[in-house]
T-cell receptor, first 119, second 110 residues
Framework: GAVVSQHPSRVICKSGTSVKIECRSLDFQATTMFWYRQFPKQSLMLMATSNEGSKATYEQGVEKDKFLINHASLTLSTLTVTSAHPEDSSFYIC??????WGQGKETQYFGPGTRLLVL | DAKTTQPNSMESNEEEPVHLPCNHSTISGTDYIHWYRQLPSQGPEYVIHGLTSNVNNRMASLAIAEDRKSSTLILHRATLRDAAVYYCILRGGATNKLIFGTGTLLAVQP
């Protein structure tokens, strides 16, 4: 199946700094990627939809100036948490939209996630 | 977005079949039914999805009710590695988004 990677897998930073998380589709091109956030013992919350070559679409309540998304190529989307604070500590997960050609279906494949801890 | 309802948790014994139910009474005609599972500290893993007909793949089977208001994910022989949170999600035909609910935590006993 399609493989999606994330880097770094975990990061610890000081409050006030910015952190960039990369999401790559390794063996396919993804025109659309998604970013999610998951707090402990909770479900995934969709943050934004990232489209290659255009601005990301953010879900209601997600600050676009705080969570900068760039999808500059068909295999890479980045999420930058700007001026991170302890409440931004979470598990950030990306996914890539995959079209299953010949089956008339599409789905999403997820990355392994990035654990962010802001001190 | 149409919502799904799943039991919070279920238990199964190893080597036995598991039937994970999902209710989606407000499903629309263009909504696909997707199932994902998530192990602790990992990203979700695609399991299966379908629209109207039952679906089978190497991981599981998806049984969709005739009125499409409910579906059941079937794991034919549970193993310890199947212990995870299973999410049933509706994806609208007009949108690519997956909106996750709370899912079912499946425990598998040896």
């Amino acid at each position: 199946g399609a493989v999606v990677s994330q880097h770094p897998s975990r990061v610890i930073c000081k409050s006030g700094t910015s952190v960039k998380i990369e999401c790559r589709s390794l063996d396919f091109q993804a025109t659309t990627m998604f970013w999610y956030r998951q707090f402990p013992k909770q479900s995934l919350m969709l943050m934004a939809t990232s489209n290659e070559g255009s601005k990301a679409t953010y879900e209601q309540g997600v600050e676009k100036d705080k969570f900068l998304i760039n999808h500059a190529s068909l295999t890479l989307s980045t999420l930058t948490v700007t001026s991170a604070h302890p409440e931004d500590s979470s598990f950030y997960i990306c996914s890539a939209r995959v079209i299953l050609w010949g089956q008339g279906k599409e789905t999403q494949y997820f990355g392994p996630g990035t654990r962010l801890l802001v001190l | 977005d149409a919502k799904t309802t799943q039991p919070n948790s279920m238990e199964s014994n190893e080597e036995e079949p598991v039937h994970l139910p999902c209710n989606h009474s407000t499903i629309s005609g263009t909504d696909y039914i997707h199932w994902y599972r998530q192990l602790p500290s990992q990203g979700p893993e695609y399991v299966i999805h379908g629209l109207t007909s039952n679906v089978n793949n190497r991981m599981a089977s998806l049984a969709i009710a005739e009125d499409r208001k409910s579906s059941t994910l079937i794991l034919h022989r549970a193993t310890l590695r199947d212990a995870a949170v299973y999410y049933c999600i509706l994806r609208g035909g007009a949108t690519n988004k997956l909106i996750f609910g709370t899912g079912t935590l499946l425990a598998v006993q040896p």
